[in-house]
């Protein structure tokens, strides 16, 4: 196996200084009854600080409570009681010398009205479509826009006053803000659709106007993903002079981080050339970049970890990237919700202590 120290040497991202490049990635967890984190939440943060992730990176978290959300036991950053559950979050992970940022959610489209509190409120998205081709809703109103553009900023100054490192936008998965990105879902002919100007306008409001309150200081992130939740071969950018169009207006407005969502990190986003989504991000707009998908969970991976197999080819490649400095921080997302150790073990090299991600782990938080 090549020396995974790369992923432990300390790295300043703009500014934003941490201790080493490994990031939990955004995980739902649906452990929040009342949509509020407890105390069980905050320990199992604070775990992932204690095992040296070098920033944690929060499940989503729903903007308002009515429209945002239709996944059970989401947490909000809204009402009084979620944001002190999030201030002992915060304050148990710095107590551990950890950093994290919350991740800001609209689940728009995708959100299930019948596990909703509110099953009758309106579904949100830039021109009511989940499926391409077929309009379920009537596209967002004006006004309907400016409230939600209103509450992303309203929830990521909410996450700065409490003490939370920064913040990540959750644009990635066909959710809301994904919903203006696509052409296959954002049909609008006003200023808010057509060319990219259009279609990342909703995400840019969002960040110019949070940069405006939250100040220089405050490291903004955005999650996108070419992938969609109705096509996992689908690509908002066809070519890498799309990606910079969708990229750049983001950079424009104010956008520190780009954490772009693969399935598998190791998968070339265009042909001829062997960068990945977060390496084209970096390339395109000069930002810090996160990657992900499928750290630690292939099967050779683990069975090399045990002394039974050559050495782990997805480790292999990941440090090769990072010493390329494709990219600047990798998320890693089921191998942490399995074992908050993750990253002292591999710091370590204690192969066989790993653990292998299976289902069993997202019923509780270990
Ligand atoms: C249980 C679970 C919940 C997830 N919830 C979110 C989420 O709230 N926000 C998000 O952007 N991605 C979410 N994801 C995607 C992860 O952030 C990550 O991109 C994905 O799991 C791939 O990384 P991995 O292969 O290391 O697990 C979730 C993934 C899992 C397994």
Redesign the pocket.
């Given at each position: 196996m090549a020396d995974p120290r790369i992923l432990f040497d300390p790295v300043d991202l703009g500014g934003f200084a941490l201790k080493n490049r490994i990031a939990m990635?955004?995980?739902?967890?649906s452990f929040s009854p009342g949509n509020v984190p407890g105390e069980d939440v905050a320990a199992y943060y604070r775990r992932r600080a204690e095992g040296e992730v070098g920033l944690i990176?929060s499940?989503?978290v729903s903007t308002n409570t009515v429209t945002a959300t239709g996944t059970p036991n989401v947490p909000n950053i809204v009402t009084d009681e979620a944001k002190a559950g999030w201030k002992r979050v915060i304050d148990e992970v710095h107590g551990a010398g950890g950093k994290m940022g919350l991740?800001l959610?609209h689940e728009g489209p995708f959100r299930n009205p019948a596990k909703s509190q509110h099953p009758d409120a309106p579904s949100w998205s830039a021109s009511g479509i989940k499926v391409p081709g077929k309009a379920l809703w009537e596209p967002m109103s004006e006004a309907e826009i400016e409230t939600a553009i209103t509450e992303f900023v309203d929830a990521a100054v909410a996450a700065k006053d409490l003490g939370f490192d920064c913040v990540e936008f959750?644009g990635?998965?066909s959710y809301l803000i994904d919903s203006f990105f696509w052409d296959q879902t954002n049909l609008r002919t006003d200023k808010w659709g057509g060319g990219w100007e259009g279609r990342t306008r909703f995400a840019c409001e969002i960040i110019r106007r949070t940069r405006a309150i939250a100040g220089p200081g405050f490291p903004l992130i955005i999650?996108l993903s070419q992938w969609k939740q109705q096509d996992f071969g689908a690509k908002t950018a066809a070519t890498p002079q799309e990606m910079e169009q969708w990229l750049a207006p983001l950079v424009e407005a104010g956008i520190d981080i780009i954490h772009m969502?693969?399935?598998r990190f190791w998968e070339p986003t265009f042909e001829g050339s062997d960068l990945n989504d977060a390496g084209w991000a970096k390339k395109l707009t000069g930002k810090p970049a996160i990657s992900?998908?499928?750290?630690?969970?292939s099967g050779e991976f683990t069975a090399a970890y045990s002394g039974e197999a050559s050495e782990p080819a997805s480790l292999d490649r990941l440090i090769e990237k990072m010493e390329r400095h494709e990219f600047d921080l990798i998320?890693?997302?089921?191998?942490?919700?399995q074992d908050p150790d993750w990253a002292i073990k591999i710091r370590e090299q204690r192969r066989g202590d790993l653990k292998t991600?299976t289902k069993d782990a997202?019923a509780t938080l270990y």
């Open positions: 990635a955004p995980m739902t967890r990176l499940e989503g991740q959610w959750h990635a998965h999650r969502s693969q399935r992900v998908g499928s750290v630690g969970l998320a890693v997302g089921r191998a942490l919700l991600f997202l």
